[in-house]
């Protein structure tokens, strides 16, 4: 996955931290006579929201046959469409998966099959996309009760993505890197010592909580 898809499913509403930490090593002069390098770790956070939400719904048809199921299956769809319709997602929000279909079979007392298929059943699953995730978020509690209207529908724990990350990265890091450069400038003031230019720098890594 790149950097700019990051996947934040267990946050509320999209809410989270991006952290980074910058490495310094800052050439500095005390009471020897000889450079010295300090090593100073600075940090920075910056709060992002995600701007795109994403819940999947899968739509259950059953039947004595094959059939049947599908027709059931069918005729449950368009009731999920136009439900999403009315809560003003557009068409191109809703990608309807492939639809899956499969036997029942009836087993006797020793796990054996009997070659009986007791049911059919026609699945399909359906993600729907928005960057209001404050929709998805209501939509997730919602699609459960289309069942009041026929529709056996099983939803998913949503899901929130933020695409740019790879534009924060740079501003979080210089923001980590500033601050090691201040404690660097404290510590040096504290200890009557000069500080002289930065030898080296590494990045840690980008962490999303």
Not at 117 to 136: A, F, K, T
Not at 160 to 171: F, I, R
């Amino acid at each position: 996955m790149s950097d700019r898809q990051l996947p934040l499913a267990s946050l509320v509403l999209g809410i989270c931290v991006v952290a980074a930490a910058v490495i310094l090593a800052v050439t500095w002069r005390g009471n020897v006579k000889a450079a010295q390098t300090l090593n100073i770790t600075g940090s920075a956070q910056m709060d992002l929201v995600s701007d795109l939400g994403i819940v999947t719904s899968t739509v259950r048809g059953e039947g004595a046959t094959a059939q049947a199921a599908y027709e059931r299956l069918q005729a449950q769809v368009p009731i999920l469409l136009e439900f999403l319709r009315g809560r003003g997602l557009p068409a191109e929000a809703v990608e309807r998966q492939a639809v899956n279909a499969w036997a029942i079979e009836e087993f006797d007392e020793h796990g054996r099959p009997t070659g009986r298929v007791l049911n059919h059943v026609y699945e399909q699953r359906l993600r729907i996309e928005s960057p209001d995730v404050n929709l998805i978020k209501a939509l997730a509690l919602d699609l459960a009760g289309l069942v009041t209207r026929g529709v056996n529908i099983n939803t998913m724990q949503p899901e929130y993505l933020y695409l740019k990350l790879s534009d924060v990265k740079v501003e979080v890091q210089a923001r980590a890197a500033h601050d090691a450069m201040e404690r660097a400038r404290r510590i040096a003031e504290a200890s009557g010592a000069r500080l002289g230019p930065i030898r080296e720098a590494h990045m840690g890594v980008l962490q999303v909580t």
